[in-house]
């Protein structure tokens, strides 16, 4: 169980293009799934938490209107990176909670999405 | 500010032996502290949670410890395999937002047969 996937696995555009990644809780419902950023030799960096049916919420530096997120279903969250910049390279990471009563929530990473922009 | 620390340098051990990793983080007082594997170019693995009125905890080859007074936890791996080879990355939360993690850089393992 908690099993999350993401696509596309790896995207490559041009410079000024916008690109959307997929999240997918695929045997679980995730009312709430977390969107990071990974740079090389780096830790991970909490961009935004994305609740289902409601607005994001943005970490302090990451800008709302470049970042699009959306979490229109209990197993679908969407990140849309738009107007891409080669500074915008880097491997995108989601991750949903698997809420269990009487447990401590868990997150669960998908495989993550290698973003290069020319 | 909040600091989290992980042997920077890789550990490479023989295949058998018990492989420790070492989180020490300043300037927090995390309620629960997690364990993650992540391999290359893939995203991290839950492996662990550890509360912070735990003293220890166990999943077959795994054990954490947690010492909030050293403000430190160790990750241990018994009779080590190659295929333990990963990155490990310490993540800590607090009682008030336990889904909001912070992450260490982790610490590269190579386990040689």
Known sequence: ?118 | SQKIEQNSEALNIQEGKTATLTCNYTNYSPAYLQWYRQDPGRGPVFLLLIRENEKEKRKERLKVTFDTTLKQSLFHITASQPADSATYLCALSNAGNNRKLIWGLGTSLAVNP
């Open chain 1, 1 to 118: 169980g908690a099993v999350v996937s993401q696509h596309p696995s790896w995207v490559i555009c041009k410079s000024g293009t916008s690109v959307k990644i997929e999240c997918r809780s695929l045997d679980f419902q995730a009312t709430t799934m977390f969107w990071y950023r990974q740079f090389p030799k780096q830790s991970l960096m909490l961009m935004a938490t994305s609740n289902e049916g409601s607005k994001a919420t943005y970490e302090q530096g990451v800008e709302k209107d470049k970042f699009l997120i959306n979490h229109a279903s209990l197993t679908l969250s969407t990140l849309t990176v738009t107007s891409a910049h080669p500074e915008d390279s880097s491997f995108y990471i989601c991750s949903a909670i698997w809420y269990r009563a009487g447990e401590t929530d868990t997150q669960y990473f998908g495989p993550g999405t290698r973003l290069t922009v020319l």
